[in-house]
């Protein structure tokens, strides 16, 4: 088997509304745009009440701080991270008890694919709240090619005051891609001026891709999306003209419950709302926190938090996807608390890497990690920040940064297959997508040594050796005002993520072999230092000069002291009802299961069906997940397969082709077989990863299963 043949192996509903209808709001809906001035009479009450007041602070507040957000330096001496931020505003900007929740409806194929309407779904679910003279929100439209419903136009960027079960157009603004920061900015400028309230809320609605990618796709603009600091620089210009902060900034979108987003959103927040895991389409329940706000307006960020958790996860519960729930409230007063000491951490972190780099990386990749991560699916690199702490803590002490990190989390929840989850996650390189993605994350990583360390792993090994220069000048300078790193020039992290396939690092002392025990290697003491981890693959030959990959198997017993590997493959593989094998690729693992995940045509189109495999044997099909676009943007449901769907598998073949097997059609009560390979012959080859993203392909060996599932190598 050549080196390079594993590499090619990578790779209109109707809605239904119960209270207020859009049947109903297109006859009650006010279509005539209200001029940027004009308020409704809580507004009005509330700005000539705050207008001296806000005129009095904000310029007392004026500094330079003010439109720069953040920046963050460190101690040349010690190493300390030092955090400043914009002069905090606590003057509220509206009348006591008073409510004001933005809306960032950015609808892509969430609204648009198949009649879906998730969007409309939302905002339905906004007009059903209990009516509150003290709650409202507004919604700025766009980002989508046809909305499912009569009223909202996609000609425009229309804004709609939601309250009291109704919905109003109050201005309409030229189209303009929501994944630009000025589209974002002149709509919260424009919010906080004519809607302000004793406390407001920001929600980002859309798809999401973590740290790297950011969220709000919007697919009228070849799904551009907005940065960690393009919100940034939008919340700044806002924060401007506010005389208070954010009570809350959340996103409505998958994976952006991260370090990265938090360390933003502190200048400009009290809470930050988010899910470390993909979301369901459902998303947020907002009946509930409009009923929530509607009995109790008083209340702050972090009750309207557990209110926002509790019912998104209900709303998991309700569509059977809340083992993959993820949700958390943290106090964004506390997350500087844990900035600074996890960045101790990640100094203490750096310096053991020098004598035991690849523990560390294993320590890593053994952490939870979300939103796909396998071949099949893609890769987020969004992986648990207390976890990586946790796998870590034989090289460095990060209790501090757990306490500080456990104390900054106001709420969180979990499913089952996220039950240990921290709260938050961070970026960590299990397998860079491009030249540049390095580089993004150095503008919003919070801490350099943490930076050097993903910088170390991701640049790669040369003949030389690797050399790290810290990310910091002698004066402590890392990061701008704006938030992002402009130490290196652009040339720093033009480098080549190449794999060559052919990693010199992975040596052994018993080359790849068969015996009597099976096929295995020993890898040298020197090579321990540098390997990551070992996977193994399984091919069908369909002739004499084709093989089949049938993907990736966990069955290998290592010893990571030894360096001894060897298969432990019973012999067991997922196939349809039909028979037909299907490709796998590990997507997470548990105490008890193995999910996997397999590409697939389903009704015609390329997605990845996932299965939950117990060690019992038994198989639970979770659904089908379009997994990480090429722009990063991160599919939000799994959808369940029902009666009637056509499945057909995808096979990869060594020569970097693709072929498609027989089409299968899903019945009621179906579910995949998970049993002994067809009698035959098969080749089972071992995938060894170093530390710097390169690899070593071992020979493959025949193995022959018989007709009671038997093991024959050789």
Known sequence: ?????????????????TACDFEDLEESVDSTPVSQSAKNETTKESSSETTEESKDTKKDNKSDSDTKGFSLSVDGASGTLNVTRARQKSTPMGNDGTWTIFVYLCGTDLESED????????????LQAKGSDNVRFIVQTGGTSEWQNNVFSNKACER?????????????????????????????????????A???????????????TGACFDELNEDDSLSLLEINDALSKT??????RFEFIGFDCCLMGSVESANVLATYARYFFGSEEVEPGSGWNYTAIGDYLAQNSNADGASLGKVVTDSFYSECEAIDQESECTFTIVDLDKFDEFSVAFNDYAKALYEASANDLAGIVRGAQGADNFGGNNRSEGYTNMVDVGGIIEKCSAYADGSAALKALKNCIVYNKNGDTHSGASGLSIYYPLEVQGSKEIEIFSGVCISPYYLSLVDMVARGYSDNGYTNDMFFDDDGDWFSDNGSNDYFDDSYFDYDYEEEGESSLITFTQKP????????FVLSQKSLEYTAS????????????????LGETDDIIGDWNTGAFRDNFDGYWLSLPSGDLLTTYVADYGDDYTVYTCPILLNGTETNLRVRQYYDYSVVVEGVWDGIGEGGCAGREIKPLKKGDKIVPIYYLDDESEIEGDSYTWKKNDNLDYAYLPAGDYYYGFEINDVYGDYYITDCEIFTIDKKGDIYFG
């Open 115 to 126: 009649g879906y309407g998730a969007a409309t779904d939302d905002l339905d679910q906004m």
């Open 534 to 549: 070992v996977v193994a693959y399984v091919f069908l030959e369909v002739d004499d000069e084709t093989l089949v990959c």
């Open 198 to 212: 004793d406390k407001m809320g920001v929600v980002f609605w859309n798809h999401g891709g973590g740290s790297i």
């Open 513 to 520: 072999a068969t015996d009597q025990d099976g096929f295995g």
């Open 1 to 17: 088997m050549k080196k390079k043949a594993i590499l090619a192996l990578l790779l209109s509903v109707a809605m239904c509304f």
């Open 160 to 196: 709609y005051l939601v309250q009291n079960q109704d919905l109003e157009l109050v201005d309409s603004v030229p189209l303009s891609n929501m994944g630009k920061s000025s589209t974002l900015s002149d709509f919260l400028t424009w919010g906080v001026q004519n809607y302000p």
């Open 239 to 244: 924060y401007e003209k506010m005389s208070d």
